[in-house]
């Protein structure tokens, strides 16, 4: 027998009374009813069997991609916990060996707890007075962790990470009931998945790219210990820090303790412990402000994709819930936009990013209604410190304007209530009207001042005299003749004109436009054929491509596909209990299709176009467009009084865009006329540049019956 003493006689009785614990509470484990009776031991082992459940299926937050319309291009990622999950045969052997000899030597042995971690960490605590050692095994470390990002409150956050006995025996409880579930090869997977290693690395997978810009698979023996080495003190042992002497000392300790285990060879750890740490550090992309300075104007389109994600159902019952899904829900977002045509469209624009007037363009896809392209004259950051004084007369001396730099959503799909659309919306009274029945050639002689007696006296009057005279469909529109439309939409009627205008996705975002809208109101606004309602170039687009589409209304999406985790679509439940999948169009038929047709044909007038069944009356608004885009083109010019802002909406078969000129901070700075040519290049230069290659389709020509 040893000479050398247990313990002093002051100590004897404590370290025995700790190891004594120890074992009576692995015991309390083992037979957890031995304590309990009746209905509370049913009611606490049905809660751990759920609980037990739940970590089996639990599986932590994990990095949104958002892609290229190629599908392998990454635009940037979203995430508040920098994880991509990663199956154990696609990790090193070396990880998998370092984290089991810097946490748990003995994991392949125990059965979720170690007993001899237990009455170990009991003798040490005791001795120190304090807590000096701990007793969690790689199980009850990844149920603490699965606890925690399970937690659906405040209060289970708490639960499953406060520092108490309950907490620990409680975790010691369902590691043993885990084990019993899951294989170690499973629990080492998830553990490694869900640790945190530092320097944002949540999981092996961002571990291994952020400290060394590989994959888990590539991981050396000496890499793999210096990230098993970070999870007992992520700060204290992070090598990024400028002195890397703590960060090597555990390291060279993990590397002894894969010797002592037998993972490397006493020679192997030798060497890799003279090596020092050579980090190749990576900073990955997080949210639309961090996409690459080479697709800048994709910014636009990234934050209308968070917009749009923010109002779907599919990920949420609230703003906070959806958003926090697209950083946690680990998807893979394809966007819809043709770089080919975006790259037209920011091309094409005719005002730079020094204008304080925002010139815009969006393109939408007939038939589906996916966003094809988001441009405007702006450079997407968030630093708006070189930004001018705002020219808002009214906003303060620190106001910024919002040119050359800005994130605000000028385009659409936002909370901007947008810009006054002028005489595009003359086609919503004539599309209304062709759907009740009215034909092409209703005919009025519509005088330079007309006084409507259904809106109280109200007498607007046409921008030329030249405008006077007998008008029908064609010509009216083709001409843009106000009277003319005034007069349409009282005999159909200014409420079902603004519903229509509804049911093509537009809507009402400030006071005086909810207000003329209301049904108290709407059958008075005279006024709304003229366009004095604001609308962005996102519902316009989309508007006039249901128009393209034969009346087929799609909502504006900016995804072709949206995958689950493990590679499903995602999908939503409609009213009825039907799935479909999230990124799919949803259409519906909101005209009929020879209404479309005739209003398509009508809109071939303004253009130049030559429409297949009426005259067009000798002249057009924007009679250059057919020539740019050398193909079949419909559309329709707008500007507001002095050319506020001016507007042009156009579309082929295969395309819908609508481009705008305005300043967003102050309405009333005037464009002016030379410059409403602006929004009519951008959309014939757009249309031609995107169809480029692509075979001339033609307009379907409207019936004899609603041609009258």
Same mark, same amino acid.
């Given at each position: ?192 998945? +869900? ?12 571990? +291994?790219?952020?400290?060394? +810009? %590989? ?81 800048? +104007? ?73 966003? %094809? ?105 083709? %001409? ?229």
């Amino acid at each position: 027998m040893s000479n050398r003493p247990l313990a002093s006689a002051g100590r004897a009785v404590p370290l025995l009374r700790a190891g004594l614990i120890a074992g009576i509470v692995i015991a309390a484990l083992a037979y957890p009813m031995v304590a309990v009776t009746g209905l509370g031991a049913k009611a606490t082992a049905h809660a751990t069997e759920a609980k037990t459940k739940l970590l089996t299926k639990a599986l932590p937050a994990e990095t949104s991609y958002l892609y290229l319309p190629d599908g392998k291009t990454v635009l940037t990622m979203f995430y508040e916990e920098y994880r991509q999950y990663t199956k154990l045969s696609d990790m090193s052997p070396n990880i998998q060996q370092a984290i089991v000899a810097a946490e748990d030597s003995r994991f392949y042995q125990h059965k979720g707890v170690d007993p001899k971690g237990v009455v170990r960490a009991f003798v040490a605590n005791a001795r120190s007075s304090g807590v000096s050692q701990g007793a969690s095994t790689l199980t009850m470390q990844y149920v603490r962790m699965a606890l925690r990002d399970s937690a659906t409150t405040p209060k289970e956050v708490q639960e499953a990470t406060q520092q108490t006995s309950l907490r620990k025996i409680r975790e010691m409880r369902l590691a043993m009931d885990l084990e019993k579930e899951l294989s170690k090869e499973d629990i080492i997977e998830r553990y490694l998945n +869900s640790a945190y290693f530092g320097h944002r690395a949540y999981g092996i997978y961002a571990a +291994s790219e952020i400290f060394f +810009s %590989k994959t888990p698979k590539d991981l050396t023996p000496v890499e793999a210990a210096t990230l098993a080495g970070l999870v007992k003190s992520p700060s204290q042992y992070d090598p990024a820090t400028s002195d890397q002497k703590e960060a090597t000392a555990r390291r060279n300790y993990v590397l002894d303790r894969m010797s002592q285990l037998g993972y490397l060879s006493p020679d192997a750890a030798t060497a890799a412990k003279g090596e020092p740490i050579r980090l190749k550090l990576t900073d990955p992309p997080n949210d639309c402000a961090a996409v690459p300075e080479k697709y800048n +104007s994709w910014g636009f389109i990234c934050d209308y994709l968070k917009n749009w994600w923010s109002a779907q159902p599919a990920f949420g019952e609230n703003r906070l819930e959806r958003m926090d899904k697209l950083r946690r829900g680990g998807y893979r977002i394809v966007l819809s936009i043709d770089p080919k045509i975006q790259e037209a469209a920011q091309k094409n624009l005719g005002a730079g990013t020094g204008s304080p007037f925002a010139n815009g363009i969006v393109v939408s896809e007939p038939g589906t209604g996916r966003v %094809k392209a988001m441009a405007v004259n702006r450079t997407y950051s968030l630093d708006l410190s070189e930004n001018p004084q705002s020219s808002n007369p009214e906003a303060g001396p620190k106001v910024k304007a919002n040119y050359p730099n800005t994130v605000a959503p000028l385009l659409g799909g936002g909370d901007l209530p947008g810009y006054q659309a002028g005489s595009t919306f003359k086609m919503f009274p004539m599309l209304a009207a062709l759907n009740e029945g009215m034909p092409l050639s209703t005919s009025f002689n519509a005088p330079h001042r007309y006084q409507s007696a259904i809106y109280d006296g109200w007498a607007p009057t046409n921008a030329s005299g030249a405008m006077s005279g007998m008008q029908t469909m064609w010509s009216g529109f083709g %001409k843009s003749v106000n009277t003319y439309f005034v007069w349409l939409e009282e005999r159909v009627g200014a409420d079902k004109a603004v519903r229509l205008a509804e049911q093509l996705g537009l809507r009402w975002r400030t006071d005086v436009d909810k207000e003329q809208a209301s049904p108290s109101k709407v059958k008075k606004w005279g006024a709304f054929t003229l366009g004095v309602s604001d609308a962005t170039p996102l519902e316009m687009a989309n508007a006039y491509a249901a128009i393209a589409a034969d009346g087929r209304y799609c909502e504006a999406i900016p995804v072709q596909g949206i995958f689950n985790r493990d590679g499903t679509p995602a999908t939503y439940s409609t009213a009825s209990g039907i799935s479909r999948e999230v990124a799919k169009p949803r259409c519906r038929q909101v005209v009929t299709a020879d209404a479309a047709r005739a209003a398509t044909d009508a809109a071939r007038c303004p253009t130049g176009d030559t429409p297949a069944r009426g005259s067009c009356g000798g002249w057009s608004t924007a009679d250059s467009v057919r020539g740019t885009v050398g193909r079949p083109v419909a559309g329709k010019t707008g500007t507001t009084d002095s050319t506020r802002s001016a507007w042009f909406v156009g579309y082929t078969p295969e395309l819908a865009a609508a481009s705008f000129i305005s300043d967003p901070d102050n309405p009333f700075n005037a464009v002016g006329d030379g410059q409403s040519q602006i929004p009519i290049s951008a959309v014939a230069e757009t249309l031609r540049d995107g169809l480029k290659g692509k075979p001339t389709r033609q307009f379907t020509p409207p019936s004899d019956a609603i041609v009258g």
